[in-house]
């Protein structure tokens, strides 16, 4: 295939996959997958930064895309608005040569099926180039959804100009290394002799890449000496493990990453449960533990529903990373803007609390739970676990950290502790430790 077809073909692969998430629902990661198989291995890459940019900067491009257009596109030509932000998109924020972009995103219209929409989509883009209209909605001048902005005023009215602008970056890349096979000191070296240096924050194990790499260019990742996860997330390993633990229950455990890190921190000796209500993703809990190396149950089961799955022996330490907003890493996940909905977030709430409450009573007296969200919303954080302690006598809050390193990074809440994303280029997650006492 020839660089100019394959070019088209990227651009009206991209054009679709937008669309999946925009109109359709789909995750981007979903979508992605899809459009990956129609383009060619070495178009991959820009594949995936056009969509991710596409979808950062979704309400500055859609602003953008009204003021040049002499009037809106019908809802059954949704397509082609996709594809005009993909084309402002590589025009604003990538490196594509201007006259590529144009030209081949306007030949992808026909591959859209659309062809009467070429001249159209020429003139919007050359305009463009004229222009450079600005979109000055509120919603585009900072590319999230007005509901968003809301929440993110009222549970951090001094820091949510901060997180905003957090949240339209790209996110680095950070390792875990294994400390039962190598320090990150050595590993560290490892990288600079291959010319991918990486620093270290002083958290334990964490390494952050000086650029994202392919895993395939890490040396021992195959092997399990080294593994991709953001240090916000290594820090529930070693403090739920905090002064030990047998018997360890990981809920909600896909993709793996902490129940690998619990793994391989813990040792041979303990006898670790890691369950998740999808099958799918609990192949990858399986897929990243026969990386590693690591030992573990694995069930696909409700956390929620105990009866259904739990032998009655009490654990000693319970890892319950709920399923929530996301919203501590739309970095990552940018689709994550236009997929979530403020209703969502009551929903969730509800869901993390009965969780928690569900879970509980598998906790042997003087054991440990810790509770871990990637949201900053106070609705799915310190108002649950605030909500849980006030029915529940027996649970209080252990003021404990894992690392002193991390505590001049973290907000302190009614109840837990939060990491706001961007800080010291960490992504946002919540925590809150909580021990069973004798009531």
């Not at 998430?21 to 995750?27: P, T, W, Y």
């Not at 402002?88 to 006259?99: G, T």
């Not at 096979?181 to 958290?203: D, F, H, K, N, R």
Request: charged fraction near 25%.
């Amino acid at each position: 295939m020839s660089s100019n077809k394959s070019g088209v073909v990227l651009r009206a692969e991209a054009a679709r996959a937008v669309h999946a998430v925009r109109a359709n629902g789909q995750s981007l990661d979903e979508a992605l997958a899809l459009a990956a198989g129609k383009v060619d291995p070495a178009e991959q890459a820009l594949l995936r930064h056009l969509c991710y940019e596409t979808l950062r900067h979704h309400w500055q491009l859609r602003g953008q895309i009204a003021l040049l257009l002499a009037r809106p596109l019908a809802r059954r030509d949704a397509l082609i608005e996709d594809l005009l932000a993909v084309g402002l998109a590589q025009l604003q924020h990538s490196r594509v040569a201007e006259h590529a972009a144009v030209s081949q995103t306007v030949e992808a219209v026909r591959l859209l099926r659309k062809p009467k929409f070429s001249g159209l989509v020429n003139a919007v883009l050359r305009r463009f180039q004229r222009e450079q209209p600005v979109a000055d909605s509120e919603e585009a001048q900072h590319n999230h959804p007005a509901w968003m902005l809301q929440r993110l005023r009222r549970d951090w009215p001094d820091d949510w100009e901060r997180i905003v602008a957090a949240n339209n970056e790209r996110a680095p890349m950070w390792l875990r290394v294994n400390s039962q096979i190598q320090t990150p000191a050595e590993y560290a070296e490892l990288l600079e002799e291959s010319a991918e240096p990486a620093s270290s924050l002083g958290l334990d194990a964490a390494l952050r890449l000086a650029e994202p790499q392919s895993v395939d260019t890490l040396p021992g990742f195959a092997e399990g000496n080294v593994s991709v996860q953001d240090a916000a997330a290594q820090l529930a390993a070693p403090w739920l493990l905090a002064d030990g633990g047998e018997r360890i229950l990981d809920a909600c455990a896909a993709p793996g990453g902490k129940t690998a890190h619990l793994l391989e921190l813990a040792g041979p000796k303990v006898a670790l449960s890691a369950i998740d209500n999808d099958a799918g993703r609990l192949q990858r809990v399986a897929d990243t533990l026969a990386r590693t190396g690591g030992n573990a149950t694995l069930l696909h089961a409700d956390a929620s529903k105990p009866e259904e799955w739990w032998d009655g022996t009490p654990f000693d330490r319970i890892l319950l990373d709920a399923p929530c907003s996301a919203s501590g890493v739309i970095r990552r996940h940018p689709d994550i803007r236009l997929l979530r909905r403020d209703s969502d977030i009551a929903v969730l709430a509800l869901r993390q609390l009965q969780m928690l409450t569900a879970l509980w009573p598998l906790l042997s007296a003087g054991g440990r739970l810790l509770y871990i969200t990637c949201s900053v919303f106070a609705e799915e954080n310190d108002e649950v676990v605030a909500a849980f302690l006030g029915s529940h006598a027996d649970a209080q809050e252990e003021d404990l950290l894992p690392n002193n390193n991390i505590r001049a990074l973290m907000n302190r809440k009614t109840a837990g502790w939060q990491i706001l994303p961007g800080t010291e280029c960490l992504d946002g997650f919540y925590y809150a430790c909580l021990t069973k006492v004798t009531v």
